[in-house]
């Protein structure tokens, strides 16, 4: 985990869930308590998604800039959710199906899901904010679990 100007790792580790099989990563969890003092990202910098926090002063400036276009090959798909409102349980899986664990998510909590598969339980009338790669090509993208 990449990190700057930061509060002491240990506060922030108990609000970041790492989701592993092994040594590979399939998923974060960070709870909606979690409020860095400074930079830090979750993602190692090779990694198909670039998802942390960007801590500024009030006052700094931003200048105004274009992202160049950067071909790039990547395989699989990640998301990244939002629970903006309801709660829901989430089954994390591995790549061969196995079920790795099952968590509660409430409003404010985001799912960093890398690798393997997912599922989900809505436990209330729940709202997510999905952000994945585009383009969509459809449910054919999409394998069953079970």
Request: hydrophobic content about 35%.
């Amino acid at each position: 985990m990449r990190q700057r100007r930061s509060r002491p790792m240990e506060e922030l580790m108990e609000l970041i869930e790492h989701i592993a099989e092994g040594d590979t990563v399939l998923a974060y969890i960070l709870r909606q308590e979690l409020a860095p003092t400074g930079t830090m990202f979750l993602t190692p910098e090779g990694s198909n998604v670039q998802v942390g926090f960007v801590v500024y002063p009030a006052g700094a400036e931003i200048p105004g800039h274009l992202h160049r276009p950067i071909e790039r090959q990547i395989r699989g798909t990640f998301e990244v959710l939002v629970v903006k409102k309801g709660r829901c349980e989430v089954d994390i899986y591995t790549d061969n199906r196995k079920l790795v664990t099952t968590r509660e998510l409430r409003p404010g909590d985001v799912l960093v899901a890398l690798k393997g598969g997912h599922g989900f339980r809505l436990l209330e009338d729940t709202v997510f904010l999905e952000i994945k790669q585009g383009p969509y090509s459809g449910t054919e993208e999409k394998e069953r679990v079970l």
